[in-house]
């Protein structure tokens, strides 16, 4: 079985543009949740959605947003970049339940910098 | 304070030891979950636990859920243990999800 994957690997952008990262969770997994690491806050989640409806959410601002398709496969969107934004997106899928209930397998990471 | 505490931050050791590395959470939680992120940033989760003990080769994870208290064993540790360890767990009062700061552990051949 492939495991999760992301897109793009690596991303540059400057400040204030906008940028869509993919995952693609492992077949028949339906959870797919998004989290921010950097090295002065470490990780911290962002959301998670199951079936197309987003289930859980971070403390994070309206600029980061994301979508499930009906593949189950993701995307998060972060607008007006900042150079806080600046860190390494890990994505994760699990068979249903959230990070309580399922074993989380987690992406490659797409490492953004925002100049 | 955070929410959850790991100890030590870092951590050397000689190939062979035993290794233990510790979690603290100050909140009612669902489930805990142990993590290793080795250099490149993958991140491999290793257990997930609500109670008891789970053993996985040489690692060992426990819970004391009355303690608010978790540890991960590493036995007869090796190079390729080396990496950072996260501790993260899922408060059941709102479903959020709150990761350590890791511990960066180094085993030395």
């Known amino acids: 079985k492939a495991g999760v994957t992301q897109t793009p690997r690596y991303l540059i952008k400057t400040r204030g543009q906008q940028v869509t990262l993919s995952c693609s969770p492992i077949?028949?997994?339906?959870?797919v949740s998004w989290y921010q690491q950097t090295p002065g806050q470490g990780l911290q989640f962002l959301f998670e959605y199951f079936s197309e409806t987003q289930r859980n959410k971070g403390n994070f601002p309206g600029r980061f947003s994301g979508r499930q398709f009906s593949n189950s496969r993701s995307e998060m969107n972060v607008s007006t970049l900042e150079l806080g934004d600046s860190a390494l997106y890990l994505c994760?899928?699990?068979?249903?339940?959230?990070?309580?209930?399922?074993?989380?397998?987690f992406g490659p990471g797409t490492r953004l910098t925002v100049l | 304070k955070n929410e959850v505490e790991q100890s030590p931050q870092n951590l050397t050791a000689q190939e062979g030891e035993f290794i233990t590395i510790n979690c603290s959470y100050s909140?009612?939680?669902?489930?805990l979950h142990w993590l290793q992120q080795h250099p490149g940033g993958g991140i491999v989760s290793l257990f997930m636990l609500s109670s008891g003990k789970k053993k996985h080769g040489r690692l060992i994870a426990t819970i004391n859920i009355q303690e608010k208290h978790s540890s991960l064993h590493i036995t007869a540790s090796h190079p390729r243990d080396s990496a950072v360890y996260i501790c993260?767990?899922?408060?059941?009062?709102?479903?959020?999800?709150?990761f350590g700061k890791g511990t960066r552990l180094h085993i030395l051949p």
């Open positions: 994760a899928s699990s068979f249903s339940g959230g990070f309580s209930y399922n074993e989380q397998f």
């Open positions: 993260a767990v899922g408060k059941n009062r709102d479903d959020k999800i709150i």
């Open positions: 077949s028949g997994h339906r959870s």
């Open positions: 909140v009612g939680i669902s489930a």
